[in-house]
């Protein structure tokens, strides 16, 4: 349900916001959030599904920036720009995240790296690659990593989550 809220909640803000109300040859605001406003590149990977790609910048290696969690490209509005300034940087919406369409497949692991796959191949992104990952993303750059070692020329993790995490935090935290 919060995954189908977050393209609605885009376009809400989108609605209220001046610049969707300016005269035609007004000058409009500009914001972190103006790149992820609208769906940049959608991607199709197959059987009428999209996966969303925001790219910046121009250089090499490029960077892909995954989200976390039921997150989606507009986590990174504060570090995507910052990285284009050097290369280029893409971020990425899982399926049903974002402006990416849903899936009847289930999103585990194997079929959002599948997804990625699908979408950095159509969208002509085949390295160097520098992944980087926040939280969840983690598995998802990992066994890409694994599977395209010539295409990965480096990773950066961003607190990962990891296998174990669970039984580690109840060893280490009984009582949460």
């Known amino acids: 349900m919060r995954r189908a809220l977050l393209p609605a909640l885009a376009l809400f803000v989108v609605a209220l916001s001046p610049a969707s109300h300016a005269e035609p040859g007004a000058v409009q605001r500009v914001t972190p959030f103006t790149p992820y406003e609208t ?10 599904r999209y996966i969303h790609v ?12 995954s989200a976390g969690a039921d997150g989606w490209s507009a986590d990174w509005l504060r570090v995507q720009p910052e990285i284009a300034k050097t290369t280029k940087v893409c971020a990425w919406d899982r399926a049903g995240h974002g402006f990416s369409s849903g899936s009847p497949e289930a999103q ?3 079929h959002t790296v599948a997804d990625l796959e699908r979408a950095l191949v159509g969208a002509g992104l085949t390295g160097p690659l520098v992944m980087v ?12 990593a694994d599977s395209h070692p ?10 990962p989550s990891t296998p ?13």
């Open 39 to 48: 769906p940049q590149l959608r991607v199709q990977i197959g059987d009428g």
């Open 54 to 65: 925001v790219c910046m910048g121009r250089g090499s290696p490029t960077v892909i920036l």
């Open 108 to 110: 585990d692991i194997l």
């Open 133 to 144: 990952a926040h939280s969840l993303g983690a598995f998802e750059t990992l066994l890409f």
């Open 150 to 159: 010539d295409q990965v020329a480096g990773m950066v993790m961003v607190d």
């Open 164 to 176: 174990d995490q669970e039984e580690q935090l109840a060893r280490a935290a009984p009582a949460l």
